[in-house]
């Protein structure tokens, strides 16, 4: 029987393997691994790909949104205790990274279509003690950032994007970590754009949170044994930088590849108690504002249909299973009721897509949703 795996990072990664042995040699010959010519050169060429002013290396995702709120804080922009608003169906480290930095998160149920922050939602939970919007891009596909932009100047909040599953989604030519004041990517092996181990990434318009950033991520210091703050660790190596330089510049054809797939889906799986993914109405390849990291369907007996497909060979995973409001770490600290979120969790189920899925399996995916017996 054909088996088709949920991310096949094996073999995506064999797509550049001559040229990463070629830059990894090039480091392991330099002598140089932390803070070097690597990092600078991908901070710049990720910068200019986002469309932004500067981009900041960090150790992964969740230090890159708590470093973007700590500078923040340092600038006296925020102060502890302030309100950040989160979408409750998010991955927990959103969350984390806020109560990392002596923040408040306020958990708003996403829009249940898209299942993105919902500017209306997030209007409603603004109090005087708001200071902050987070909206995460989930599976790759951009938040309502001109609507919730709006909401952030009617109220005067800083936006921070966590684009951590979203490299190059892109609206009206703007791309993801180029609409908030600043954003926080991550380069986790299975992301859009992925090292070779743990990565990040802050993007910031501003050059003052950028200068924090990078001083806070590094000891606190611009100059080696000059320390203006208590800093961390958290930089992003000259290897998985080198890694990063070979793979961006295939980033926009590997998304293009995922469009296909996607289209793919979209047009062969007809079953009536799978609900395909929102594409308001158009085909993928229109939809730039789309990274799809993740390929997420919605079924009320979800379960049942992730034991069909993995008997026929086909590997899915749930994103995610338990919402963070019901984790075990963060108990008793959100009494909110959140159906919204709640049902989502319940319902979704991922299927495989990445590029380099053969035509079989893409075809085999699709009838084994087809033939799902309810
Ligand atoms: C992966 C991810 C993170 C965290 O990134 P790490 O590099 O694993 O720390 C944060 N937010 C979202 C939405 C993610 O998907």
Redesign the pocket.
């Known amino acids: 029987m054909m088996d088709v795996p949920f991310l096949d990072l094996r073999l995506l990664n064999a797509a550049h393997r001559a040229e990463l042995l070629d830059r990894l040699a090039r480091v392991v010959d330099s002598g140089w691994y932390i803070q070097g010519a690597e990092l600078a050169a991908f901070e710049d060429e990720f910068a200019r790909y986002c469309g932004v002013p500067q981009a900041v290396g960090a150790a ?3 230090d890159a949104l708590w470093l973007v709120l700590e500078a923040w804080k340092r600038q006296g922009r925020l102060r502890p205790g302030d309100e950040v608003i989160v979408p409750a169906n ?2 927990i ?2 969350i984390l990274a806020v109560l990392r930095a002596g923040l408040e998160p306020v958990l708003v149920e996403p829009d249940p279509l898209t299942c993105n922050l919902d500017p209306a939602a997030a209007a409603r939970a603004v109090t005087p003690r708001t200071r902050v919007v987070l909206p ?1 891009h989930l599976y790759g596909r951009l938040a309502d950032m001109p609507g919730i932009c709006a909401l952030a100047a009617a109220h005067g909040l800083l936006v921070l994007e ?1 684009a ?2 979203a490299h190059g989604a892109c609206l009206d030519g703007r791309k993801a970590g180029a609409w908030g004041d600043a954003a926080a990517f ?1 380069f ?1 092996p299975g ?1 859009n754009l992925g090292a070779l181990g ?1 990565g ?1 990434a802050v993007t910031a318009k501003d050059a003052e949170t950028a200068r924090i950033v990078r001083a806070l991520g590094n000891y606190g210091s611009h100059e080696k044994y000059v320390h203006e703050m208590e800093g961390v660790n958290s930089r992003l190596d000259e290897m998985q930088a080198a890694v990063l330089r070979v793979k961006l510049p295939h980033l926009d054809r590997e998304t293009a590849a995922r469009r296909r797939i996607v289209a793919a889906y979209l047009a062969g799986i007809r079953h009536p108690s799978i609900r395909l993914p929102d594409t308001a109405g158009l085909p993928p390849a229109d939809c730039p504002w789309h990274a799809w990291h993740l390929f997420v369907v919605r079924c009320e007996r979800r379960d049942a249909l992730r034991q069909w497909l993995e008997r026929q060979g086909v590997r899915t995973l749930i994103h995610y299973p338990t919402p963070p409001h019901r984790q075990q770490a963060l108990k008793g600290r959100f009494d909110a009721s959140l159906p919204i979120t709640d049902r989502i969790h319940r319902s979704v189920l991922s299927l495989p897509l990445w590029p380099g899925m053969t035509d079989e399996q893409i075809g085999h995916v699709i009838s084994a949703c087809n033939a799902f017996d309810l």
């Open positions: 992964n995702g969740l998010t991955y480290a959103t995460v966590d951590a599953q991550s986790y992301k743990d990040g």
